[in-house]
């Protein structure tokens, strides 16, 4: 079971698939006004310097000015379609990935909450027939958003990857291309793509695992995205190569939080910490829950959903599976505010779970004010010092909350997906029927 969870989180994150079966409360369908989406596509500079000596670098490829061959076609206005992940910039305006049968293909937008649209999907070359491709993105507001493509079959290896990114919301999208042939590989599985500001991004790949290992390139851009540079692969950054990742941050364009579950092989649970923009990284091992005595030696735990709101200033969460039986689970919050020279740590309520489902996880408007999201939802407004219970859901949820009441889930169970939506806080959920706008 340890097992299964673990690996669903690795090699999905936040990108895990989510499904449910409940009912159909309301639907008030609103349509926004057409826009001609023209996508376009312009050449690459080579490959940006970094601010730091570069280990390991690949030459990025100058992309061609234009698609050749069939490319994603955009959906039909009116069709129904499933939204697999959301992420909301503000009450009205927000980005989904999706598709047709829970597919994961299109890029949409909407500026309606949910309730209309826009398939803004870029002009990605269409997957061979019998073949599928999944998308990874990053949406910084409504405008700036990255999405990267990538065989769906783990067993396929793509010689080139193409990220694309736009700053108009979609109306137009160019594209970067990364070049994978440098890298031995068994697979290719985009874990994290994360962006501080319009031009330091990160986009951090599994490429193989095995007993103890699960090996990663970290790929950096310092143009918005028009060149990747291998920063860190298999051949170096060799402390963070072994086991599974669980969650990659950044602050800013040096400063970085990387946390992963060692699954009781190492005893301490720790974050890494980059002040070089992901070239190197230093291990910090966090201190036992504070009241215990002799924990770490009863109990297997690894750090989970890193949430930073300065290089200072970090919250983690920290999964533990008793060493007897590995099914008591006991989790917990640590917080830093001196960049993890000194750690707070409260327990975590008993029903929510850190690792369980994949896509639940923390949400902090600041310090003090946050949500624990998964099956049980609680509330706290000191830090984590205490927990009030909010909810119990009959479904687990890929959540997207823009402050501490106003939120969506792409909710699932038994196969299902539907996406709903609340406005105090996950008391009470009001599922939308997604359909393409105009």
């Excluded at 993105?137 to 990220?163: E, I, K, N």
């Excluded at 291990?283 to 924990?295: F, M, S």
């Excluded at 600041?366 to 009959?394: E, F």
């Excluded at 806080?425 to 359909?435: A, H, L, R």
């Amino acid at each position: 079971m340890r097992a299964d969870k673990l690996h669903r989180i690795v090699w999905f994150g936040l990108l895990a698939s989510v499904i449910l079966s409940c009912n159909v409360l309301e639907n008030i369908a609103t349509p926004i006004p057409p826009t001609g989406v023209q996508p376009s596509v312009t050449s690459s500079a080579t490959a940006a310097s970094t601010t730091a000596t570069v280990n390991s670098t690949t030459q990025t490829p100058v992309p061609p000015t234009a698609i050749q061959g069939p490319v994603i076609a955009h959906l039909s206005e009116g069709q129904a379609i499933d939204v697999g992940y959301i992420h909301m910039v503000d009450t009205n305006q927000g980005w989904g990935i999706g598709g047709l049968a829970q597919a994961r293909d299109h890029v949409f937008r909407t500026q309606t909450g949910g309730l209309t649209w826009r398939d803004i999907t870029p002009p990605e070359p269409a997957p061979a027939a019998g073949t599928a491709i999944d998308a990874l993105g990053f949406f910084a507001d409504s405008s700036h958003g990255w999405v990267v493509y990538y065989p769906a079959d783990p067993a396929s290896f793509p010689s080139a990857v193409r990220v694309w990114f736009t700053a108009d919301g979609g109306a137009s999208w160019m594209y970067g291309v990364i070049d994978t042939s440098g890298v031995p590989a068994e697979f290719f599985t985009p874990l994290y793509l994360y962006f501080s500001g319009s031009q330091n991004g990160w986009l951090l790949v599994g490429v193989g695992a095995g007993m103890n290992h699960a090996y990663v390139v970290l790929y950096s851009t310092r143009d918005g995205g028009k060149t990747w540079t291998d920063i860190l692969d298999p051949s170096t950054g060799l402390n963070i190569q072994s086991f599974s990742k669980t969650g990659m941050v950044f602050v800013n364009a040096q400063t970085g939080w990387l946390t992963r579950d060692a699954q009781g092989v190492d005893s301490t649970p720790h974050i890494f910490n980059t002040q070089d923009g992901g070239i190197s990284w230093t291990r910090i091992d966090l201190p036992p829950p504070a009241g215990t005595n002799g924990w770490f030696d009863n109990n297997s735990c690894g750090t989970y959903s890193p949430v930073a709101f300065s290089a200072q200033s970090v919250f983690v969460s920290m999964m533990c599976l008793d060493n007897a039986t590995f099914k008591v689970e006991q989790d917990f919050l640590y917080s830093t505010s001196d960049g993890g020279q000194t750690w707070q740590s409260f327990p975590l309520p008993s029903g929510f779970k850190v690792a369980d489902p994949p896509a639940g996880g923390l949400f902090f408007t600041d310090m003090q004010n946050g949500l624990a999201l998964g099956r049980w939802i609680y509330r706290t407004d000191n830090g984590g010092k205490t927990w009030s219970t909010v909810k119990q859901v009959n479904w687990d949820g890929q959540f997207s909350f823009v402050d501490i009441n106003t939120g969506w889930a792409v909710a699932s169970n038994a196969g299902q997906l539907a996406l709903v939506r609340t406005v105090d806080g996950g008391g009470t959920w009001k599922e939308i029927q997604p359909v393409v706008a105009p």
